[in-house]
């Protein structure tokens, strides 16, 4: 509360007091109101960001997949969102301008969240609490105003009995003076009976006690009055404003913390929305033209010139033309949607450089889960070793469990090599060179193993002089020879079955050592033999 306080200064200004503090009610309604239309509209400014957001995202495959996965939609809705979609095809999202593009589009939903995070501060922490301070102060003035109301009633009593007073007191007075000039009047007059005298005299004196006691009840309500108006002007009025002081300070000590509250949640979104405009900036000096026109050429690229023009004779047919076959290579019909099955393993869906990419990624892939198997194999083996030195430290049950182990990962390490000399020679044969070596998994098998891949060199070298053919193995072929996506004779796959006759049946090869094991007989489980 400031120094100088209301009950000393604006005493006698009452109805300016009243005017006042309506006012800063007034005010306070405002403030109320304009908070309400604010947070309403932050809720509309969210709602019509994520609006413009939706209208102008760009369309690819993924939203596509993605809508396949919630509600059925008719064949007629599929036609009607595909008439709708974008020119923007999914390789075009490779483009820095279009990752620009799409990085604008995700900061307006973070912006928009941001707005609605103000529109939910604002009501809980500023519209609540004005809503409180204006029935508060509402009510205390309200209050105060009614104390007001009974003081003065009290004072104008006051006033009305002193005036009252006042009146009687005058009347007994003229009275008193009438009734003794009248007493001196019949006193003087030598006719008048000595009875008149008397009755004179005593109307007198009764007069004069009437005046006496309304004399005194008029001094008594002087004094009284003047008290009552002492404290009334001093104690009682000045603290009734002082309150009403009070009452309005507080109203706008209130009124200024609800303020810097309103600012304080506009502010805390402040870094978060300069973030965002941060990441727009980032993301757009990211734009590379020259790497958008380079992606585009290994997209695009490397097609074919139209041959030249040959002379035809009159009546001769025209030789077929391959000429745009690539344009309708994408067409799906039924024996390309066919043909993308058999040819996924090879990507032979993409451009050139992209399935360069794809087979380097798919050969780093295989070698680090062949490094994590071979590790996991030498530890087992380890522990195999420790259990046969100190065999006090694993039971038997250990022990077989460990060579089970390292059967399963050897089995696994067995796939993972075919698998990578598969996709080794996928990448030679795209790049034109000669098709690499078969790798070896190693000497560290189990005995059991090694026994087997002996029995196979024996029976093949006896076979070795029937006469048989004996089939290549895959390192010995020429790129162009080697076709990964039919596999066949010149291919062996331990997931493949081969559908021919007995006596046709090939010489496979095995994966371990690398052996012709000879005899069809000695690959049942791998060979699936049909007689026609």
């Known amino acids: 509360m400031s120094e100088l306080n209301w009950g000393e200064t604006l005493w006698d200004q009452w109805d300016r007091v009243q005017e006042h503090t309506d006012n800063g009610l007034e005010f306070t309604k405002k403030c109320q109101e304009f908070v309400r239309d604010r947070i309403k509209l932050e809720i509309e400014y969210a709602k019509s960001l994520r609006g413009l957001k939706k209208r102008y995202k760009l369309k690819n ?51 928009a969240r941001d707005h609605e995070i103000v529109a939910e501060g604002l009501q809980e922490k500023v519209a609540e609490r004005l809503k409180v301070i204006h029935k508060e102060t509402t009510n205390n003035r309200k209050n105060l105003c009614n104390t007001a109301t009974q003081l003065q009633h009290e004072y104008k009593e006051w006033q009305v009995v002193l005036d009252r007073n006042q009146l009687k007191y005058e009347k007994a007075a003229k009275e008193a003076d009438a009734a003794s000039q009248a007493f001196a009047r019949v006193n003087e007059d030598m006719n008048a009976t000595k009875a008149q005298v008397e009755k004179s005299r005593s109307q007198m004196n009764y007069r004069q006690d009437l005046m006496e006691k309304s004399k005194g009840d008029y001094i008594i309500a002087v004094e009284t009055t003047n008290n009552n108006q002492h404290e009334y002007y001093h104690q009682r009025w000045p603290g009734l404003i002082n309150q009403m002081q009070r009452c309005e300070e507080n109203r706008i000590e209130e009124l200024k913390s609800i303020l810097i509250e309103h600012c304080t949640i506009h502010s805390s979104i402040l870094p978060h929305v300069t973030s965002c405009i ?38 001769s047919k025209a030789p077929p033309s391959n000429f ?14 066919k043909n993308t099955k058999v040819n996924k393993e090879g990507f032979e869906n993409l451009p050139p450089e992209k399935r360069k990419k794809a087979f380097k990624e798919k050969i780093k892939e295989i070698e680090g889960k062949i490094s994590i198997q071979l590790k996991a194999r030498a530890a087992l083996e380890e522990i195999l070793e420790l259990y046969s030195q100190k065999p006090e430290l694993g039971s038997a049950d250990a022990m ?7 059967d399963e990962i050897t089995q696994t390490l067995e796939k993972l090599q075919e698998e990578l000399y598969k996709y080794q020679c996928y990448l030679a044969a795209l790049m034109d060179k000669a098709a690499p070596e078969k790798p070896h998994i190693g000497s560290h098998l189990q005995a059991d193993t090694v026994s087997i891949t002996s029995s196979v060199s024996h029976i093949s070298a006896n076979h070795s002089g029937s006469g048989d053919s004996e089939m290549p193995p895959p390192d010995q072929l020429s790129p162009v020879e080697f076709e990964p996506t039919s596999p066949g004779a010149n291919e062996f796959n331990s997931d493949t079955y081969y559908e021919v006759p007995d006596n046709q049946i090939p ?9 012709s094991m000879g005899n069809p007989v000695c690959c049942a489980v791998r060979l699936r033999s049909t007689t026609r």
């Open 324 to 337: 745009g076959a690539h344009n309708n290579s994408t067409r799906k019909t039924k024996k390309n949607r």
């Open 61 to 111: 495959a993924e939203d596509d997949s993605a809508n396949s996965h919630g509600a059925k939609t008719s064949i007629k809705e599929s036609v009607r969102n595909l008439s709708r979609r974008s020119n923007t095809s999914l390789d075009d999202q490779n483009f820095s301008t279009v990752k620009a593009y799409n990085v604008f589009l995700g900061q307006l939903e973070l912006i």
């Open 400 to 406: 077989e469990d460990s060579r089970s182990q390292i």
């Open 278 to 315: 941060d990441t727009m900036t980032d993301t757009c000096e990211k734009i590379n033209p020259a790497e958008d026109s380079e992606l585009l050429m290994e997209e695009r690229g490397n097609q074919p010139y139209p041959p030249d023009h040959v002379f035809m004779e009159y009546g």
């Open 507 to 515: 010489p496979p090869m095995d994966p371990v050592s690398g052996l």
